[in-house]
């Protein structure tokens, strides 16, 4: 309420500072004696604790006019002022250059900065205020609030261990080191620092987030079912159970069974796949995800078909993001067989695949996204060389919601026989908008569309027109207790070239649904 009343009373609150910075008349007094500079400041402390905050901005003024080194006047006038203005900071660097020695004044300088975006001279700001008082509360308050804003996670990590380690009694230390390690993933660690938190002084909300926390690091299985088809009238149902625990600190590992059955008008296959699974996040800013393990594949009912598959399966994600809104890249390396179809079991084709992509701001709003891939599918057939590339600008209007122009291409070195579509070129311009609106907890809704167009050139040369290109994709997960999560997932394609499935003909229509369950113990 404060800060709406500061900002409608704005204009009148900047004669105020008027009086502060206009010089006084040369032959009027430019000073008052200190019994009538106490009356006011009296008066000005009286208006603004009574919420009269344009009487109160107004003494101020008049106090500092005539003493403009009364620092009390010009730090109660800078908190009047619209947070992050440059008119509070201006004055709150007055303020730290008259009262250097004030750790709140330097905490105050900072959180203005802090609101005009200006994190690292903020940051600076804080240093100098735990420089004067290591042992203050609401230093290390203030600076996880600062970090938090710039999206520096592991910085505030580190800030919040040294204060327990300088105050190793303080339970207000220990639990803002639970939560930053929350954030962080690193749920043993949190653990650890909200039981500390407890042995000091217990707490009820801290005893929530405790078992939030517990739950969270239980042991958990995750089964999952789901189905596919495609415009040729391909079908895939398939199904899994994993297995997640907690193995060393920042550490998960698991096992995992997949299975499937594809079916064609006339064909049937079938896929089973047991993996080791395992995520490491040492950093909140870096997680590693992978799985290694085989997969057997064949036919059913076809005496003509090859002895059934058996390949090494492995796929390795690596994720890095930079604190807030800046940089972000992905890695991902993947061995496995392709069961879109009948066809392409019978056919044994395999992909060895590496892709990569990043983004980064360029202007404000506006990010620049890059992509790219390469590829060999391996079959009894032949061996094709797979290469894709594109880029984006994309607009984050807000957290949660972006609009994209989009670009890519998909090549492949020559045509094939073994069942899949292989032209020259799939090229795919479109307009995209990835939306994920928040404060729906127990519920995490998200969902993306793209409109556009694609075309299509064959390695003879021959170049299809213009068509559409439709594509959605939607997430809707429930947390219906600690740790306990129902999701289910959707994606579409009216695109040749936009799944990850391999097309098996140029006006390919495609949809996928994935119901799975997260069941801590």
């Known amino acids: 309420m404060e800060h709406v009343l500061m900002n409608r009373y704005y204009p009148i609150i900047v004669l105020a500072l008027l009086l502060v910075f206009i010089p006084s008349d040369g032959h009027a007094h430019n000073r008052i004696d200190s019994d009538s500079s106490s009356t006011l400041l009296a008066a000005a402390d009286s208006a603004f604790n009574r919420g009269n905050l344009v009487r109160a901005a107004l003494t101020y003024g008049r ?81 996880g609030k600062i970090f938090r804003q710039a999206g520096q996670t592991d910085a505030s990590i580190a800030a919040f261990k040294h204060w327990t380690s300088v105050q190793p009694r303080e339970p207000h230390a220990w639990r803002a080191l639970g939560r930053a390690r929350h954030r962080a993933g690193q749920l043993r660690e949190a653990i650890s620092a909200y039981e500390h938190a407890q042995a000091i002084e217990k707490d009820d909300q801290t005893a929530d987030r405790l078992r939030y926390v517990k739950a969270q690091a239980a042991p958990v299985v995750i089964p999952l079912l789901g189905s596919s088809w495609d415009s040729d009238g391909n079908s895939v149902y398939r199904g899994a159970v994993g297995g997640k625990w907690i193995a060393f600190d920042r550490t998960r590992v698991g096992l995992r069974v997949d299975w499937a059955t594809i079916e064609a008008a006339t064909r049937k296959a079938r896929s089973y796949e047991f993996s080791f699974a395992g995520t490491w996040r040492p950093r909140s800013s870096f997680r590693l995800d992978s799985r290694v393990g085989l997969a057997q594949t064949g036919t059913i009912n076809d005496e003509n078909a090859p002895s059934p598959l058996i390949t090494p399966l492995f796929y390795l994600r690596a994720r890095w993001r930079a604190p807030a809104r800046g940089a972000r890249g ?148 429930w947390q219906f207790q600690p740790g306990r999560q129902l999701s289910v997932e959707i994606e579409s394609y009216d695109s040749a070239s936009s799944g990850e499935a391999l097309t098996s003909s140029l006006t390919w229509r495609y949809g996928a649904a994935i119901l799975s369950l997260r069941w801590g113990f």
């Not at 203005?85 to 900072?110: C, K, N, Q, T």
């Not at 600076?124 to 004067?132: C, F, S, T, V």
């Not at 044994?348 to 590829?375: D, M, N, T």
Request: charged residues 20%; aromatic residues 10%; proline residues 6%.
């Open 63 to 143: 106090v500092l006019k005539h003493n403009p080194n009364n620092s009390r006047a010009v730090y109660q006038l800078a908190r009047l002022m619209p947070p992050g203005s440059r008119p509070a900071i201006r004055l709150f660097r007055r303020y730290v250059s008259l009262e250097p020695l004030d750790p709140w004044g330097h905490m105050a300088l900072g959180d203005a900065l802090a609101k005009a975006g200006n994190l690292q001279k903020a940051l600076r700001r804080y240093d100098q205020a735990i420089e004067l008082a290591p042992a203050e509360q609401d230093v290390w308050i203030g600076l």
């Open 330 to 477: 992905e890695l991902r390396l993947k061995h496995s067989p392709v069961i879109s179809s009948p066809l392409l079991v019978s056919q044994q084709v395999v992909l060895k695949e590496l892709r990569w992509s990043f983004s980064a701001p360029v202007y404000r709003l506006v990010r620049l996204r890059g992509l790219g891939r390469i590829g060999m599918l391996e079959s009894n057939v032949d061996q094709n060389v797979r290469i894709g590339y594109g880029g984006a600008l994309a607009l984050d209007l807000k957290p949660g919601f972006e609009v994209s122009g989009q670009y890519r291409a998909l090549t492949y070195s020559h045509s094939t026989q073994a069942g899949y579509f292989a032209p020259d070129r799939f090229q795919t311009v479109e307009l995209a908008s990835y939306i994920e609106p928040g404060g729906l907890w127990p519920l995490t809704v998200a969902f993306e569309i793209g409109i556009g167009a694609q075309r299509t050139t064959l390695h003879d040369q021959r170049v299809y027109s213009w068509d559409r290109a439709l594509r959605l994709w939607a997430f809707l997960a």
